[in-house]
């Protein structure tokens, strides 16, 4: 998988994965995260959870998310983000 920045926002946004960086014990859903996860129906904020992700260096989570969502055929990634 070819994994790169683009400037395209994300509720824009469209493709086969979405990786969203973040950083370490800072995972609150905020600003247009939070509206993402809204439109995902609350799968962001379950994967944080259910994974007990806390943004720490090397870890990540997935999740593939229904092509009948907005963001069609997603499937959100998390990631830490380093400072």
């Known amino acids: 998988m070819d994994v790169r920045g683009i400037?395209?926002?994300l509720l824009a946004w469209s493709g086969d994965c979405l990786v969203i960086g973040?950083?370490?014990n800072r995972v609150e859903l905020t600003g247009d995260l939070a509206e993402l996860d809204q439109k995902l129906a609350g799968t962001l904020?379950?994967?944080i959870a259910e994974?007990?992700?806390k943004g720490?260096?090397?870890s990540s989570a997935v999740a593939r998310v229904g092509s009948g969502r907005?963001?069609?055929?997603?499937?959100?990634a998390l990631a830490n983000?380093?400072?």
């Open 56 to 58: 720490k260096e090397g």
């Open 81 to 83: 983000h380093p400072d």
């Open 22 to 24: 973040l950083f370490e």
């Open 7 to 9: 400037e395209t926002p």
């Open 70 to 76: 907005n963001i069609a055929g997603s499937q959100p």
């Open 45 to 47: 904020t379950e994967l």
């Open 51 to 53: 994974a007990e992700f």
